[in-house]
Every structure is written in structure tokens, then in C-alpha cells.
């Protein structure tokens, strides 16, 4: 099969390798030159140009840009494509991008690979991102069943774990254990950056080892995405944020009145609770 992937970062750059290692013929589309060679040299595409023209002969094309770029990529994509060509993306919110996108392109599914690392770009791609990870499709009533039924067959070959929802149910998901963790992991950061006194700051910042590293992680990576995240899922992140804070005012009063009863047991509840979300 032809496949096209336009933006050659991690997800599309590690979707390149695992799908030229399952026999695919990969084209790749990136705004940059260096990045093209440079894929090409990785092994990540077959061939990689900055010109869109370049996947008029793909069967499928996988959209890998910003969540702000998909819906303009997908416009000017449009000229070059046959017909019968199945669109998707990889954009961690669904609604807004399905609403723009289905509209333009009838053979379009959405998607969300719910895989990655901290570090961006080609040399950030890896083979394998995907395997035994959740890859998200999101069809609604009006999409080609053909269509769905060929991205399905290409995430499954990548050894995800393959969900089905609708875009607004995929939307709140991942506000919760996605989005919100972004902006939690953010303002840990935001907060500990806070503290005035400069000698007790450094002492901080010098004793921080595994679990601040692993709290604050997804906040301090791409800052485009985190602000992507809020602005096209503002309204489940707005949701999920207020019931956060319910949450943190909760554990605020049980310390201010000494009742470590009851936060001994909120905290073994979250103990037993936490293995559901892994």
C-alpha cells in the first residue's frame, strides 16, 4: 500500500518506520528540507519532498501536523488526492478536527495514537511507538465504512490497541487523563518556580529526583501541544480542571483540620483505584 504522512516529527516519523518495516511504500511530506533528507536517511520514508503533489499516488495519508495545521493541511491537500484516498490524523482532540475535516473530505477518520516520548522531532522517531499502546478512531455516522475498515487494518498491523467513540466522548477521556495531567504537571512546576527564597529554591532543584521527575514530565514538554490541548479541548479541560480543583480543596481541608483519618483512607482508595488507569 502507498501511504503519505505529512509531518515527519515523532508520531509521523515513527509511524514511517513501522509501516516500511511491514512493506509499505511511505511517502513523507515535511516543511522543511533538512528534515526530508534527513528521513530519508533514517530509513522513516521512501521518498520525502516539501510538496504536497508528492501523495497524489498514496491510498492513505496520515495527517501528523499541529492540531491547529490539520484541517489547512487537509485543504491544500485536497487538489492532489484521488477520490477514494482515506485521510486521517493523529491530533489528541477529535470534535473540532472531525467537525472541520469530515466536511471538506468524505473519506476522513479520525484518530489518536495515544503514544509518545518528551523529545520532538525526526530524530526523536523510533520504531515500535505504537505496539500494545491505545490508538483511538473516532467515525461518525457519515463515514465510509471502507474507510474505517482501512485504517483500522494499518493501526492494528502496528500491534495497538484499537478503541472506537465518538469524538465528543474522546474529548472528555482524554481531558482527564491526558490534558489535565499537562496543565496539573505545569503548575507543579509553576509552583515550585514560585518559592521566594532563592537558597531554599536551588536546594530544591538539587534534591529533586524521581518523583518530581515523573510528576512533572508531561509539563515540561512541548508547550505548543499544552496550549493546543487547551484551546481546541477548552471546554472538557475547563471540566476536568474544576473537578481537579474540588478534588485538591478536599485534600486542603482534611490537612487543615488534622483529620488524617479520612485522608489515610481517600489515600488508600487511590491506591486500589490507580491500576484501572494502567
Known amino acids: ?42 530509513g522513516v520514508v521512501d521518498d520525502a519532498s516539501l510538496n504536497l503533489t508528492l501523495l ?10 499541529p492540531i491547529a495545521a490539520i484541517a489547512p493541511t487537509v485543504q491544500q491537500l485536497i487538489p492532489h488526492l484521488s ?7 493523529v491530533g489528541s482532540v477529535k470534535a473540532a478536527v472531525v467537525d472541520e475535516v469530515a466536511s471538506v473530505w468524505h473519506n476522513f477518520v479520525g484518530g489518536h495514537p495515544m503514544a509518545g516520548t518528551t523529545d520532538n522531532g525526526i ?19 457519515t463515514t465510509p465504512v471502507t ?10 498491523s502496528l500491534t495497538s ?7 465528543e466522548d474522546h474529548d472528555r477521556a482524554v481531558a ?17 518556580m514560585n518559592e521566594p527564597d532563592s537558597t531554599v529554591l ?26 493546543m490541548m487547551a484551546q481546541y479541548n477548552r471546554e472538557s479541560l475547563l471540566r476536568s480542571l474544576t473537578s481537579y480543583r474540588h478534588s485538591l480543596d478536599q485534600f486542603i481541608e482534611l490537612i487543615e483540620q488534622e483529620d488524617w483519618q479520612t485522608l489515610e483512607k481517600k489515600l488508600k482508595e487511590n491506591h486500589i483505584q490507580r491500576p484501572q488507569f494502567l
Open 1 to 42: 500500500m502507498n501511504i503519505g504522512i505529512v509531518g515527519l516529527g515523532l508520531i509521523g516519523g515513527s509511524l514511517g518506520l513501522d509501516l516500511r518495516s511491514l512493506g509499505h511504500q511511505v511517502l513523507g511530506v515535511s516543511r522543511q528540507e533538512q528534515t526530508c533528507q534527513r528521513a530519508i536517511d533514517r
Open 161 to 167: 490497541r484499537v478503541y472506537f467513540c465518538r469524538p
Open 56 to 65: 497524489a499516488a498514496a491510498d492513505v495519508v496520515f495527517i501528523c501536523t
Open 123 to 141: 530524530e526523536a522517531a523510533v520504531l515500535g511507538l505504537f505496539a500494545d499502546n491505545p490508538y483511538v478512531l473516532t467515525p461518525i455516522d
Open 83 to 89: 477520490p477514494d484516498t482515506v485521510v486521517t490524523d
Open 202 to 227: 536551588e536546594l530544591a532543584q538539587n534534591l529533586a529526583s524521581s518523583g518530581f521527575r515523573d510528576t512533572s514530565r508531561v509539563g515540561g514538554g512541548n508547550p505548543e501541544l499544552g496550549m
Open 147 to 156: 474507510a474505517v475498515k482501512r485504517v483500522e487494518e494499518i493501526v492494528r
Open 176 to 192: 482527564s487523563i491526558s490534558h489535565l495531567p499537562v496543565m496539573v504537571s505545569a503548575s507543579l512546576i509553576d509552583s515550585c
